[in-house]
């Protein structure tokens, strides 16, 4: 019963270095979205999948570039960290596209990103 | 000024106390009112769910909506040591989602 899978949980990196982040739903899910969670900020989204094969720009994009593998995985890649991009990273999936109405999201448990 | 307001606490509470939790927003668009919680290093789980205006019960819970007002309230009734943690708010207006800062509750036995 693992729902929604993110690797790794925590990475410290060097400014400018690279690294992905993985996500892994087994629920079926069309949608599928990237978020990250600041102190006062509140959640964003960077971006999301409404279904395999699209990806589009959410609240915060910049810095980062997004892949939808197939229907069960998203990854979120940083090619050239920025001290600005510490934060909490968390992957969620829905059955509908959030933000028409469908209800619940469904969170993984965050990767915790340093970048030094 | 932000599109959803959330105070963010901490509110610390006595064990059995009842508890108010509340986001004020501004665009009247919003149809869908949802209150998330998270717990400490955790990832956000839906804990009620409300279309437009009115209440919405589930147990210990109470989910408030005054579109009037642009105004919504989460209630916890009895609470307890096991309710510590953050409640966001996130307002859905069939086009987007959008998310309060969250509010950091404590419940103290």
């Known amino acids: 019963n693992a729902g929604v899978t993110q690797t790794p949980k925590f990475q410290v990196l060097k400014t400018g270095q690279s690294m992905t982040l993985q996500c892994a739903q087994d629920?079926?899910?069309?949608?599928m979205y990237w978020y990250r969670q600041d102190p006062g900020m509140g959640l964003r989204l960077i971006y999301y999948?409404?279904?395999?094969?699209?990806?589009d720009k959410g609240e915060v994009p910049n810095g980062y570039n997004v892949s939808r593998l197939n229907k069960r995985e998203f990854s979120l890649r940083l090619e050239s960290a920025a001290p600005s991009q510490t934060s909490v990273y968390f992957c969620?999936?829905?059955?509908?596209?959030?933000?028409?109405?469908?209800?619940?999201?469904?969170f993984g448990e965050g990767s915790r990103l340093t970048v030094l | 000024q932000k599109e959803v307001e959330q105070d963010p606490g901490p509110l610390s509470v006595p064990e059995g106390a009842i508890v108010s939790l509340n986001c004020t927003y501004s665009?009247?668009?919003?149809?869908?009112f949802m209150w998330y919680r998270q717990y400490s290093r955790k990832g956000p789980e839906l804990l009620m769910y409300t279309y437009s205006s009115g209440n919405k019960e589930d147990g210990r819970f109470t989910a408030q909506v005054d579109k009037s007002s642009k105004y919504i309230s989460l209630f916890i009734r009895d609470s307890q040591p096991s309710d510590s943690a953050t409640y966001l708010c996130?307002?859905?207006?069939?086009?987007?989602?959008?998310w309060g800062a969250g509010t950091k509750l404590i419940i103290k036995p």
């Open positions: 665009n009247s668009a919003f149809q869908y």
């Open positions: 999948s409404a279904s395999e094969g699209t990806t």
């Open positions: 969620a999936s829905s059955n509908g596209l959030a933000g028409v109405g469908t209800g619940e999201l469904f």
């Open positions: 629920m079926n899910h069309n949608s």
């Open positions: 996130a307002l859905d207006s069939n086009y987007q989602l959008i």
